[in-house]
């Protein structure tokens, strides 16, 4: 009797969304996961990229500074998994994330200004990097905006929205349209022949 309980239980649960439920909250973890390396992977980038432009072009220091200090906002929110929990927590993360690709994106355009280091090797591969983990920044995000989708629905629909409401799942925040357009242009840089009156700056020693 005692096994017939369990399987009737079993099949309740099955049917009320209880297994989509686990299957799909592991696939925010997994998603979220891989977003954190790949922010990781740009904040990682950013000192050698810093350092190479600052060679060619410390005058620009407001524009150093700016990706500096974003980049350090970004470092002082602690990203743990619970974060996906927390609505306020997640936007917090969400607006630091978007202020350090704007402040890159000005920090490249700047570049454009400066022909020799538009040509400097170290710049060059810094910035091919860059570009790729933009690239797959974009996919773990729209990754992780799938898997939390699939999950929001089972919350709000019924029946899985009374079992929702019995083991507690509540919706999860989500990247907004607005910011994924903004995360969908990465930052680049035209290494196109230099400009007539080039700079002639020389790294700084």
């Given amino acids: 009797m005692r096994t017939l309980w369990i399987v009737l239980l079993a099949t309740l649960l099955s049917g009320c969304g209880y297994n989509t439920f686990q299957t799909t909250d592991e696939q925010i973890k997994a998603s979220w996961a891989e977003v954190l390396n790949q922010y990781q992977r740009r904040a990682d980038l950013i000192p050698n990229l810093v350092n190479t432009v600052k060679g060619y072009a410390a005058q620009e220091k407001d524009v150093l500074l700016g990706v500096t200090e974003a ?38 355009v700047v570049a454009e200004n400066y022909p020799q280091l538009k040509s400097d090797q170290n710049f060059r591969d810094l910035q091919a990097q860059l570009e790729g983990t933009e690239n797959r920044i974009t996919v773990a995000r729209n990754r992780y905006i799938q898997a939390v989708k699939e999950y929001n629905v089972t919350v709000r629909e019924f029946p899985t929205n009374l079992t929702a409401m019995l083991f507690g799942y509540k919706v999860k925040p989500s990247f907004t349209v607005e910011n994924e357009k903004e995360i969908s242009r990465p930052p680049t840089v035209d290494f196109a022949a230099p400009k007539a009156l080039p700079n002639t700056a020389t790294p700084a020693k």
């Fill in 71 to 108: 980049r350090a906002r970004v470092g002082s929110i602690q990203a743990t998994p619970e974060l996906i929990n927390d609505p306020q927590a997640f936007a917090k993360f969400q607006a630091a994330q978007g202020q350090l690709t704007s402040a890159l994106s000005r920090l490249l």
